[in-house]
């Protein structure tokens, strides 16, 4: 039988009766693989080091022929560690959503190389505790996409024509509106407030770490994600929800303030 080679993150692993492991991984090359790993949980085995959660590893693997089967690793060679995730209660919510997210997405079971680059960026940034908010916004953000989200496009939500001016950003429907579109009760927003949302659309995931983003809009932003992912996306899990009724999320709920941070009267 042929084997399949490629480098993924391991995203939950189970105990298998008593030497083995059921291993979820997401790969950069086929996507999501789950597959059996025998005798990785004996001392002796080459392989038990390339299998702790969030690990980054080089895998050989036979494909399994049929869905409802598991596939086989041969070997997994391990390239780095994320166990500095699991020292700081967020970081590894933060982790630990972003897995279940990819593993509940119907989409992650095709190759996405940027995704998994991504993801990979995310936990190091976790594990290296450097800008945990700010690197969770981005990627719910940037994958909206991915899981179903809007496109973010310059053009308007609801017309879809090309937009002359950015002056409202719905935080409901996690698009732009245009001055024709906007109802009256959606009052223009500031200026502070469209040049995020426009620093964020003018980069990618990578290149908008470089940029600074106030804390306060990344948490009014957040707060939105989340719930889009919840209640339009139909996305979640119970790292998600611990993460939305954290008090710095629920203070800062986008309803409480739209009028005092976002709009320009």
Known sequence: MSTRSTK??????????DTS??????????????????????????????????????YIFFPTRTKNKLSRLKTGHFLADHLAITENYNNYLYAVALSQII???????????????????AFNNFNDDSKPLNTFVRFLFYHLPTFGGPNL????????????????????????????????????????WLSFI??????????????????????ILGSALLDYYELVLGITNQPLKLI??????????????????LTSD
């Open 153 to 192: 496009l310059n053009r308007c939500g609801r017309c879809y024509k090309l937009l002359q001016q950015y002056s409202f950003f719905s935080l409901n429907e996690l698009k732009w509106v245009c001055q024709k579109c906007q109802e009256s009760f959606e009052k223009s927003q500031n200026r502070d």
């Open 198 to 219: 426009e620093r964020l659309h003018n980069h990618d995931f990578w290149s908008s770490e470089e940029c600074y983003f106030s804390t306060t809009h990344l948490l």
């Open 21 to 58: 492991k059921i291993v979820t991984l997401f790969t950069e090359n086929w996507g999501l693989v789950k597959l059996l790993a025998p005798g990785v949980n004996r001392l002796t085995s080459k392989n038990r080091y390339s299998l702790v959660t969030f690990t980054l590893g080089e």
């Open 244 to 261: 939305k009724n954290k008090p710095m999320f629920r203070k800062l709920a986008p309803e409480i303030y739209t009028d005092s941070v």
């Open 8 to 17: 993924g993150l391991v995203l939950q692993t189970w105990d298998y009766e």
């Open 103 to 121: 593993q509940d997405a119907q989409s992650c079971w095709e190759p996405n190389p940027q995704l998994f680059w991504d993801l990979n960026k």
